[in-house]
Every structure is written in C-alpha cells, then in structure tokens.
C-alpha cells in the first residue's frame, strides 16, 4: 500500500455526462471505488444502478446555465461539500475548414467550453473549501494538436480551449490544495466517434479512462498531473 494516497470515503465527486460512453464508465469506477457522486444527466432517469444514500442523480443540460447552477445547488445541499469535478459531458460535430454550420460550431463552444467554464466557476468555491479539491477536464488528443483535414476543426478548437481553461483553474484553485487535470484521450469506443471515417480503428475501452481517473483521485497535492495524453496511436510528443 502506497502511503499518503488520498481515500474515497466522504468525497464528494460531481461527473457531467454520467448517461453512458466515458461519464457512465467514469461513475460506475468511482461508485466502486467508494466515493459519493453527483451525477449530471440530461435525463437523470438513465442513471440507474447506484447506491442512492450516497449518489444523487440530478438534470444537467449543458446548454442551460440555470441547469449548472441547480446542479452544484443540489449537490451541497444534498452533501454539504464538494471535493471533484469530472467535466465529461461533450459532443462532437463535423466542422471541417471547406464545409459545416457556423451553428454548430456555436454548439461545439457552448457544451464543450461554455459548461465546464461555468461548472468550474460554481464549484471553486467548495473545492477550495474541500482542501484538496479535484478536477478532472477530458480533453483529448485533439487538445494538443491539429492532426489533419479529416478533423473536425470546431471540435479541435473547443478542446484546444478545454485545455488552456484546465491551466487557469489550476492558477485560481493551487493554493487552496486544488489540483487540475486535461485527460487526453485518443480514441474510445463510445457513441461519440461510433461510425466515424477519419478516426483511428484502434481504440480505448472507456473504463480505461475510468481507471486513469480514479487513480488521478488518489494524488496528493504535491503530485499535480495538468495534462496526461493517453494515445492509441503513434504520434510525435503524444
Ligand atoms: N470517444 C472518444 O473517442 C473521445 C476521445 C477523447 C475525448 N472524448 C471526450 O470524452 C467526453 C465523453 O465523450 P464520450 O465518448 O463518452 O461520448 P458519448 O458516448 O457520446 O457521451 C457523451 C455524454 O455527454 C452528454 N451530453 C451530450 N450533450 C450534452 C448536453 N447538451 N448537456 C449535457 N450532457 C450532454 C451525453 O448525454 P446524453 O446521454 O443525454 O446525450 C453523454 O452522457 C467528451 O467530452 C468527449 O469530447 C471522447
């Protein structure tokens, strides 16, 4: 047993996109590991399967900032803290550089940017207070590079934006023990890529993802992770 690694029991952990894909794998690990959830769902009814004395399911719609506020509301009053933030819930739409709206572009920004910058706006305060708050930001690989035109440029943007976003609530939370980590992922197997041309054949299991983030949980503050790239592919410096 490694000592000095940080317990479950007691924290309070919040994941966006709980439903399925990444967030629900993401929800199912930290559920075993022993943590108490708060679990973001457009609709909160496919959150089934948890111990609902210390897992609360409650509507979060990204595009809603009402919806955010409810959310993080509903957690303290249901836990009395915060001590994580697992911002997971994202989309993906083709907006190459010769094709695709300007709307969804506009989408891409509000769910992928616009709903972690207002999650981690409204909880900083509790995970300041917690001690040794945590956040988790799942970028991707897309956040640290343009790989080429078969890309979705929107989506790129939005995590490129992910990222610098994950650097600046490490600024605002680092003194307070906050600590700050931009999950990289290459590909997962999940809806969000189902079918995709472009994408890479090779894939992750989303509990890989899950199991990453459990162990980013058990880091004490003088072991900061800001950005973990996890590939499925050969790439320089990725
Ligand atoms: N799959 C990959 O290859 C990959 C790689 C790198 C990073 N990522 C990132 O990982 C995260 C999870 O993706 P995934 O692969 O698990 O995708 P997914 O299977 O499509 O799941 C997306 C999740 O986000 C939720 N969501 C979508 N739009 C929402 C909105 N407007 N408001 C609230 N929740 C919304 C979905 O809820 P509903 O069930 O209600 O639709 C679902 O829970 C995303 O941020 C994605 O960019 C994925």
Redo the contacts with the bound molecule.
């Keep these: 047993m490694v000592e000095g690694l940080l317990k479950p029991a007691g924290r309070v952990i919040m994941i966006?996109?709980?439903?399925?894909?990444?967030?629900?794998?993401i929800a199912k690990r930290l559920h075993s590991d022993g943590y108490t959830l708060s679990l973001?769902?457009?609709?909160p009814r496919?959150l089934a399967g948890y111990d609902t004395r210390r897992t609360l399911a409650a509507r979060?719609?990204?595009?809603?900032a009402g919806s955010a506020e409810a959310w993080v509301d509903a957690t303290v009053e249901c836990f009395g803290r915060i001590d994580g933030l697992i911002?997971?819930?994202?989309?993906?739409r083709m907006v190459r550089f010769d094709d695709g709206e300007e709307a969804a572009m506009t989408e891409l920004w509000?769910?992928?940017v616009m709903?972690p910058f207002r999650l981690l706006r409204l909880t900083m305060p509790h995970l300041r207070k917690a001690g040794h708050g945590r956040i988790v930001n799942?970028?991707?690989?897309?956040a640290k590079r343009y790989r080429d035109a078969s890309s979705s440029v929107g989506?790129v943007m939005t995590?490129h934006a992910l990222l610098a976003l994950s650097h600046a609530a490490k600024f605002a939370g680092w003194d307070d023990g906050v600590r700050v980590t931009a999950l990289?992922?290459?590909?997962?197997?999940?809806?969000?890529?189902s079918g995709l041309a472009g994408?890479a054949t090779t894939?992750?299991r989303?509990d890989i993802?899950a199991h990453t983030v459990s162990f980013l949980l058990t880091l004490p503050d003088e072991a900061s992770v800001a950005e973990l790239p996890i590939n499925t592919r050969l790439e320089p410096s990725l």
């Design positions: 966006s996109g709980a439903s399925r894909g990444i967030g629900a794998a973001g769902a457009r609709d496919t979060f719609e990204a595009k809603d911002n997971n819930a994202g989309i993906l509000d769910v992928n709903a799942i970028a991707s690989t897309d989506y995590k990289m992922p290459g590909a997962v197997e999940t809806g969000l890529i994408v894939r992750m989303p993802i």
